[in-house]
C-alpha cells in the first residue's frame, strides 16, 4: 500500500541520516562499552546479538544511540517506535515484519530499537517473534532495544528469548540490561588540575579495581591508605587564580552536583545566579513527570503514581524513613479510597515501579533475627531519591528560601536530608548485585549498610563532624551485636561516617576496641 511504502522510505532515509549527535554528549563510558560489542560483532564475534539499554527517562539512552548511529552510519538503522507512524505499521503488521523489510533494502545490520516499550505489553512478544525470526533464518543482526521503567518491571524481561544475563559479542561481555543512570559525582570531577608529589600517579584512582581497593582499605583503617590520602587532598593548585587545595576544589564540584545532579539536561543548563533552585525544580520537574506515562506497563494508573510521590513526599518530609503503613494510609486519603476498596499490594506495586524506573532506591531493615530485637519496626523502609535534582523537585516548593542567610541558601538542615539521599543512592553504583540495608531500633538509626568484597560497612550520613564520635561509637555497639547473630561469618564489620564538612579522613578509636573512620563525603563518593 502507498502508505506504508511512504513510511518505510520514510524510515529507510532516517537510517540514512548522520551527525544527529548533540553538542553535548555524557555518556563516553556507556558508548564505548557499546561500540567495542558492536566492534567485535562487525568483526565475526557472534551471530547475532541483543543488547537491552535501560535507564531513567531524560537520561540520554537516545542520544547514545544517535552516537552509536554515527558511529555505525553505514550499518546502524535508528527506529523510533515511539513515532505514531510506526506503531502503527508494527500494530497492522508486526515489528519483525519492519525490521526485515529494512534489513533486506538497506543492507544494514545494526537495529536501534528505541523506547520499544511504547509498544505496550506486546513489547516482549514482538521483540521474542523477532529473534526467533533471526534465529530460524540465520540473519546477522545486532538489536540494541532502549526502554524505561517497563522493560524490567512488566514481567516481560524474561520473555526475550531466554537473553536476560549477558550481551556476549565475541571477545566483549555486557550485562544485560545495561542501565545507564544519571551521571555520578566522580565522573563529574573529570581531569583533576592536580599532581601528587611524584607527578606520576593519579590523584583520584580511576580504574574501578584501585577505587574499591581503596575504599575497602579506607573504611578498614588503613593507616598507611589514609596518610597518603589526606597529604593528597592538602595538595594546592592555582584555579581561577586562585590557590585552592584539592579537598576544596572537590568541595566545590561537590556542592554544585547537590544542587543540579546528573542529569544531561541539567548538566548543560545555564542557571540563574540569583536562584539556580527554581530552575533545577522547573527542569527536574518536567523530568519526573515524564515517567508517568509508563505506568500501565504495570497495570497502574496516571493518578496512582503522580499521588504516591506526593504521599511520600508528605510522609517522608525530606527524610528518607518511611513507615509503610503510613505511607498506605496518606495514598488512601489522596486517592480517596477506603480500606474495602483498596488493594492491598498497591504500595509494593508502587515502590517497585519507582525503582524500576530508576527514581528510588530502596534500602530494608537488616536482616537479624527479629525476635531477639522485637524493637524493630519492619513496617519501615528507606527511600533514597537516585540523583539531587529530584530532591529539588518533590520538596522545593516546601522550603522557604528566603529564611536562610548562608550563602547556599539552604540549611545545614537542608544538606543532611540531601547528602543521605545522594551518598546512600550512589552506593547501587558499586555493582548490580549491591544490597542496601538499615537499622534502626527507635533510638539509633544507621543510614545505610552494604557488604563489599566480603566487608560489611555501616554507614552514618552526618554533615558536620560534631556528632561523629558519638555515632561512631553507637554503631560499633550495634555491630557487636549484629556479629555475635552472623550466619554469613563475615570477617570484617566496619563503623563509617561520611561527613560533609570535613576535609581529611580521620579515625577514632573506639571503647569496645574497633576503629571508626569519618570520609569527607566528596572524597567518599570520588571512590564511587
Not at 531524560?58 to 544517535?66: A, D, E, H, Q, W
Not at 570520609?519 to 570520588?526: E, G, M, Q, W
Request: with cysteine; glycine share 4%.
Amino acid at each position: 500500500m502507498p502508505e506504508e511504502d511512504k513510511l518505510l522510505r520514510k524510515i529507510s532515509n532516517e537510517c540514512a541520516k548522520t551527525s544527529q549527535v548533540v553538542s553535548e554528549f555524557y555518556h563516553g563510558r556507556w558508548f564505548k562499552m557499546i561500540k567495542r560489542a558492536v566492534n567485535s560483532f562487525q568483526r565475526g564475534g557472534c551471530d547475532k546479538e541483543l543488547l537491552v539499554l535501560t535507564g531513567p527517562r531524560r537520561v540520554g539512552k537516545t542520544t547514545i544511540l544517535f552516537k552509536l548511529h554515527d558511529e555505525f552510519k553505514r550499518n546502524a538503522c535508528y527506529i523510533n517506535v515511539e513515532d505514531s507512524d510506526v506503531r502503527r505499521y508494527i500494530t497492522t503488521h508486526s515489528l519483525k515484519d519492519l525490521v526485515i523489510f529494512l534489513y533486506k533494502n538497506t543492507k544494514r545490520n545494526i537495529f536501534m530499537l528505541d523506547e520499544i516499550t511504547s509498544l505496550g505489553q506486546e513489547w516482549s512478544r514482538a521483540v521474542k517473534e523477532l529473534w526467533d525470526y533471526l534465529e530460524k533464518n540465520n540473519l546477522r543482526i545486532f538489536l540494541i532495544i532502549t526502554g524505561s521503567a517497563g522493560i524490567l518491571i512488566s514481567n516481560k524481561y524474561s520473555d526475550i528469548a531466554g537473553r536476560s544475563g549477558y550481551c556476549k559479542s565475541g571477545e566483549h561481555t555486557l550485562t544485560n540490561p545495561l542501565v545507564v543512570l544519571p551521571k555520578k559525582f566522580s565522573e563529574l570531577l573529570g581531569e583533576l588540575p592536580y599532581k601528587t608529589p611524584s607527578g606520576r600517579s593519579p590523584i583520584i584512582p580511576l580504574k574501578w579495581r584501585d577505587r574499591i581497593s581503596t575504599l575497602i582499605k579506607i573504611t578498614g583503617a588503613d593507616r598507611s591508605t589514609i596518610d597518603s590520602v589526606n597529604t593528597t587532598l592538602k595538595i594546592t593548585t592555582i584555579t581561577q587564580k586562585q590557590q585552592i587545595s584539592l579537598s576544596n576544589y572537590m568541595r566545590a564540584v561537590f556542592d554544585d552536583f547537590l544542587v543540579r545532579g546528573g542529569f544531561p539536561q541539567l548538566l548543560q543548563a545555564h542557571l540563574s545566579t540569583n536562584n539556580p533552585y527554581d530552575d533545577v525544580h522547573r527542569i527536574a520537574t518536567n523530568i519526573l513527570d515524564s515517567i508517568h506515562k509508563d505506568a500501565t506497563l504495570l497495570n497502574l494508573k496516571d493518578v496512582e503514581t503522580r499521588n504516591f510521590l506526593v504521599a511520600y513526599k508528605n510522609v517522608a518530609r525530606m527524610s528518607t524513613l518511611i513507615d509503610i503503613v503510613k505511607l498506605e494510609n496518606e495514598l488512601k486519603r489522596l486517592l480517596n479510597i477506603t480500606n474495602k476498596k483498596s488493594d492491598p499490594n498497591l504500595i509494593p506495586k508502587l515502590i517497585e515501579f519507582f525503582r524500576g524506573a530508576h527514581i528510588l532506591v530502596e534500602a530494608v531493615p537488616l536482616t537479624i533475627d527479629v525476635d531477639k530485637d522485637p524493637q524493630l519496626n519492619m513496617n519501615l523502609k528507606k527511600l533514597f531519591l537516585i540523583d539531587p535534582s529530584l530532591f529539588w523537585a518533590i520538596y522545593y516548593n516546601d522550603i522557604n528560601f528566603n529564611n536562610y542567610k548562608s550563602q547556599k541558601n539552604y540549611s545545614m538542615t537542608i544538606i543532611g536530608f540531601l547528602l543521605e539521599h545522594t551518598v546512600c543512592s550512589h552506593l547501587i553504583r558499586l555493582g548490580r548485585d549491591i544490597r542496601l540495608e538499615f537499622y534502626n531500633d527507635g533510638e539509633i538509626d544507621i543510614d545505610c549498610i552494604f557488604e563489599l568484597q566480603g566487608n560489611k560497612i555501616f554507614l552514618q550520613v552526618e554533615r558536620s563532624g560534631k556528632e561523629v564520635e558519638k555515632d561512631l561509637e553507637r554503631t560499633a555497639d550495634i555491630i557487636k551485636k549484629i556479629k555475635a547473630q552472623d550466619k554469613n561469618s563475615l570477617k570484617n564489620y566496619y563503623p563509617v561516617s561520611v561527613v560533609y564538612e570535613l576535609d581529611e579522613i580521620i579515625t577514632y578509636d573506639l571503647s569496645n576496641g574497633q576503629t571508626g573512620v569519618a570520609i569527607p563525603a566528596h572524597y567518599f563518593l570520588s571512590l564511587i
